[in-house]
């Protein structure tokens, strides 16, 4: 996984909760506390999934809140400065969540080893996305969050169903 995952994470922990406790977080999960990640770093997935999964027990947190908080904070905050332009011209949810297989085909286009999610569309009703996540890391509660997090950056209310461990159903109100 790369780098900007844990950086983000990193970043609304100290924000929401402090420097300390990202500290005690690195501490938890067996790295130093002074850690610092880079966007485009290799980090293992074992290594990232232990960070969240520390991050989780260190604030008291259940993964369901975890994966909503990274969402909301990736969605809102982190992706808008890092990716601006891929925000361009999209006015609600529907057409960001249809876009993303191509954005992530295009951000990480160069760079080396990345191997980001890769999504598959239905569309049984104008108002209803089923999308199909695939990857080798199964992370989609994480996956769930960032879809609520969009539903919030443009202020729609998603119904989100879990349907199997690689696909979401998003109706749209």
């Not at 100290?14 to 485009?40: N, Q, V, Y």
């Not at 982190?78 to 332009?85: E, I, S, T």
């Amino acid at each position: 996984m790369k780098g900007v995952i844990p950086i983000c994470l990193s970043k609304l922990v100290i924000e929401k909760f402090g420097k300390d406790k990202w500290k005690e977080i690195m501490k938890a999960s067996g790295l130093r506390e002074d850690t610092i990640f880079l966007a485009h770093q290799d980090v293992d997935d074992s290594a990232v999934m232990t960070v969240l999964e520390k991050t989780c027990y260190v604030l008291g947190i259940t993964l369901d809140q975890a994966s909503d908080a990274f969402g909301e904070y990736w969605v809102s905050t982190f992706a808008k400065k890092v990716y601006k332009d891929y925000y361009k011209n999209i006015t609600n949810a529907k057409e960001f969540l249809l876009n993303m297989d191509h954005v992530h085909k295009e951000a990480t286009d160069t760079i080396e080893n990345a191997h980001p999610p890769q999504f598959e569309y239905e569309e049984p009703a104008d108002n209803v996305l089923i999308m199909k996540y695939i990857s080798q890391r199964g992370l989609i509660d994480i996956f769930t969050g960032l879809i609520k997090g969009v539903g919030k950056h443009f202020h729609e209310e998603l119904v989100i169903e879990k349907q199997e461990d690689n696909k979401v159903k998003v109706t749209f109100s």
